[in-house]
């Protein structure tokens, strides 16, 4: 939508301009009609968004594979810069370039959910043809005012070599590699720990999406935490955010049971929910299964 709006503002002098103008009101009106004729639909699209966020650490996760941030960032703006302006089809750095910086700003403004590199991993890829077109430019420039054979293919073997942060590939915990000594939860190895630690009986209060991890185990789950309203959460027996009254409630019908949350569930989980947990729970922190940003509590546990 995006592109369509950017590409008519660019050709609104041009006939081609009023295709573009089209293609927005034909989205446009594809929008009201969905917000009619699907409100569940509309709804469960604009549950995932918030006006305005502040998810400014996806700009790390983004320049994480360059040698330094500033040279990145520099590199992308130029690479952007150069597809538009100095090619004679424009369109295709307009597509790239629209695609790369609306997803990231929605990530760090609009998405209502928590940060992951996982989610912004895809746009990484516009990113660094970007950054390509950046030292590329670089070296065409130079070609045309340093007159030398060799000083192009100069830039841009230095490009290959000194942009790429080389080093992040090589570290023992990455976006692409997660070894047992990463501060990433292995919800596989996590909830292992509660299924061979379960007893008949148990309850459990966790996120209800992660419930392949414990397939066979015949318990009952509160579920909580979602970007959806509070009325669709009713109708599917969650809650929004775990507080106090729900945990007792919970732990009057269940004498036993178990809370798993990882750090990103934390603003579903009130502040005053989460010091009950330390205050009444046993907390798991002596098993090798249970690391990194995750919170396994017991309760009613039989010693």
């Known amino acids: ?15 081609v301009a009023r295709r573009y103008g089209a293609y927005v009101l034909i989205m446009l009106i594809g929008a009201l009609l969905t917000k009619i004729f699907l409100p569940s639909v509309w709804n469960d699209f604009t549950a995932s968004l918030i006006f305005f966020d502040n998810h400014w650490s996806y ?3 983004i320049m994480r594979n360059y040698w330094h941030p500033i040279i990145g960032g520099i590199l992308v703006v130029m690479g952007s810069w150069y597809l538009i302006k100095k090619q004679e089809d424009e369109r295709p750095g ?8 609306v997803t990231v700003l929605s990530a760090i403004l609009i998405w209502n959910r928590n940060v992951g590199p996982q989610y912004i991993f895809f746009v990484q890829t516009f990113g660094l043809i970007l950054a390509a077109a950046g030292v590329y430019a670089i070296a065409q420039y130079l070609q045309k005012h340093i007159h030398n054979k060799h000083i192009f293919v100069t830039i841009l073997v230095l490009g290959a070599i000194l942009v790429p942060f080389y080093g992040y590939f090589m570290l023992e915990n990455n976006t692409y590699h997660i070894t047992a000594s990463a501060d990433t939860a292995n919800y596989r190895k996590v909830f292992d720990y509660v299924k061979r630690n379960t007893i008949d009986g148990d309850a459990m209060i966790t996120r209800n999406f992660r419930n392949y991890y ?3 185990l015949k318990m009952p789950v509160l579920d909580f935490g979602s970007e959806r309203s509070d009325a669709q959460l009713k109708d ?6 775990v507080t106090v009254v729900g945990i ?16 990103n569930d934390k603003q579903f989980i009130t502040k005053e929910a989460r010091a009950y947990f330390d205050n ?6 002596d098993s ?16």
């Open 1 to 15: 939508f995006t592109y369509f709006v950017v590409m008519f503002v660019i050709k609104r002098k041009e006939l």
């Open 59 to 61: 700009v790390g996760h």
């Open 94 to 101: 307009i597509w790239i370039s629209v695609t790369f910086f």
């Open 214 to 216: 414990w397939s066979g």
């Open 236 to 241: 599917e027996g969650k809650v929004q955010k």
């Open 248 to 263: 007792q409630k919970m732990t009057d019908e269940y004498p036993t049971g178990w809370v798993v949350f990882s750090d």
């Open 280 to 285: 009444n729970f046993e907390k798991v922190d």
């Open 288 to 303: 090798s299964l249970v690391r990194g940003k995750v919170n396994v509590y017991r309760w009613g546990a039989i010693n």
